[in-house]
Structures are given as C-alpha cells and as structure tokens.
C-alpha cells in the first residue's frame, strides 16, 4: 500500500482541485451597522446547464488516521461544497484528472471553521470527519442528469499526518 502524508489545507495548495472556505484575513466588508464581517463570494459554485443549487445536511460517522483510501468518486456536473457545523477537523482527499481517470491522490487536514468547495469534476475522498459528530452543510448540484462517478482504488493508499 502506498502512503499519502496529508498536508495542512491552504487555499494555495487546494487551488487545483477546489476552494477553501474560512474566515480568514479581513473581512471584504462590515455589514449589519458595522457588527459581522462579510468574507463575499468564496466559492466557484458550479450547478452546470441543467441543474440547480441545493442544500442538503450530511450526517459522517467519524474516522481516524492512518486512514485507507480506497474510492474516488467524481461528480461530472457540479461542484461540491462541504461546511462543517461543528469545529472538528476533517480529512480531504482528492486527486487530479487524468485524461478521466483519478490521478495521484493527495490529502489536506482541513482546521477547524474551514470547508472546502470542490470544483466540478474534481476527484475526492468522501467525507472524512475525524471526531463525532461528522456534521456538514452540503451546497451541491440537484439535478435529472448522472453526476456520479465512483472508481476503486488498488491497491488502496494509507493516509496518514
């Protein structure tokens, strides 16, 4: 089994394969009379032609490092974004395509009061939470067309930190 060391989740080393979502830096601006800052339009939401956004609420029992990956699966027709409700970390894999296929797989800890948007057609892990509960908001793409592909990985990698 190959082994992946899963590195700290920062908006550049995600860049390829999707967004990072967190409150971090200054805010783009105040809004409600000066008191929350606003962090505008974080994420590159993708729904493409025949679909809409949705919002669903994922419940992921929680898993441990090391960590097997051992599916990938890929979502053709819309981004995905993953927002956790609780300040637990969780781990994100996902791998670049290639030419349709799942490329070498990589692995991000994401921090606490970070979520991700995975960009359409990225390849990932699913979800990961590392402590109970495993809660998520999920803005995803609802739609009539197939928007899943899953492959098997082996052999499978180990994650670790």
Not at 74 to 84: D, L, M, N, R, Y
Not at 108 to 131: E, M, S
């Amino acid at each position: 089994m190959k082994t992946i060391v899963a590195q700290p989740l920062t908006a550049q080393a995600f860049a390829l394969f999707g967004d990072v979502l967190e409150c971090s830096g200054a805010p783009d601006k105040m809004i409600n009379a000066g008191l929350c800052g606003r962090y505008h339009d974080r994420a590159q939401m993708d729904f493409g032609p025949e679909g809409r956004a949705g919002l669903s609420l994922f419940n992921a029992e929680a898993r441990s490092l090391p960590y097997t990956l051992d599916l990938l699966e890929q979502h053709p027709e819309g981004s995905q974004a993953f927002i956790p409700m609780t300040p637990a970390p969780f781990l994100v894999t996902v791998a670049p395509d290639d030419d349709g296929e799942p490329g070498l797989p990589q692995a991000f800890l994401a921090a606490p009061y970070q979520g991700i948007n995975l960009h359409r057609g990225t390849w990932h892990g699913v979800l990961t939470p590392l402590a109970a509960p495993g809660i998520f908001a999920v803005v995803d793409r609802i739609g009539e067309t197939p928007n899943l592909r899953e492959v098997s990985l082996d052999p499978p990698y180990l994650v670790v930190s």
